[in-house]
């Protein structure tokens, strides 16, 4: 084969195999330790109006990820070792959103921790990045702060992206949660959640 011609070929061939790789998957980095002066989420909040539109928002994600009616969250949680990948039409990073309309939070000098309707306990750790897993779904996790607020990034195995942010206002009466999903550059789920201080 000519020069030229071999040329050509190994042009295409790498020209064929970028437009294959498609969009860049993201990145996880770890996000700060330090706990910012005065801000402290320790104690028992309520949601305001738990039955709003976040959690009708919430809910259709997770069945659209699921490819339908179907729950993916419980199918996860309930069948730990069926094929994670049956039925599935959306990012399976949906089984890391926890939910609940009461949070009990305690915070201590190296983690979070954050109890949903007192039924599950979610640990985050100042700084952490590691991997986590509900039955065969697994995903990449960092935690911290940033700005006066913590967040949370998950990253699922097939690139569906979970940001979760808690922050403070109105005097530290108000937690204010924010949740966003990312797949494929679309974003599927963004709501903000609300909760009053009990105590």
């Not at 993201?26 to 738990?50: C, K, M, N, Y």
């Not at 069945?63 to 039925?87: F, I, K, M, N």
């Amino acid at each position: 084969m000519p020069k030229r011609a071999y040329l050509l070929v190994i042009l295409a061939v790498s020209q064929f195999l970028a437009g294959c790789a498609g969009t860049p998957q993201p990145q996880l980095t770890p996000i700060g330790e330090v706990i910012p002066a005065d801000v402290s989420f320790a104690g028992r909040w309520q949601q305001q109006d738990p039955g709003n539109e976040a959690a009708t928002k919430i809910r259709n994600a997770e069945q659209s990820a699921a490819g339908g009616l179907d729950d993916v969250v419980a199918a996860a949680r309930r069948d730990r070792g069926s094929d994670s990948g049956r039925g599935k039409k959306g990012p399976s990073v949906h089984v890391f959103l926890e939910t609940g309309s009461r949070l009990k939070i305690t915070q201590n000098a190296y983690g979070l921790f954050i109890s949903f309707d007192r039924s599950v306990v979610e640990e985050y750790r100042y700084g952490e990045h590691r991997m986590i897993s509900v039955g065969p779904i697994g995903a990449e996790r960092v935690s911290g702060w940033r700005d006066g607020h913590y967040e949370i990034q998950t990253l699922g195995e097939e690139g569906g992206f979970l940001t979760e942010t808690y922050a403070l206002e109105q005097d530290g009466q108000v937690l204010v949660r924010t949740i966003m999903i990312k797949h494929k550059e679309e974003q599927t789920l963004s709501v903000r959640q609300l909760f009053d201080r009990l105590e």
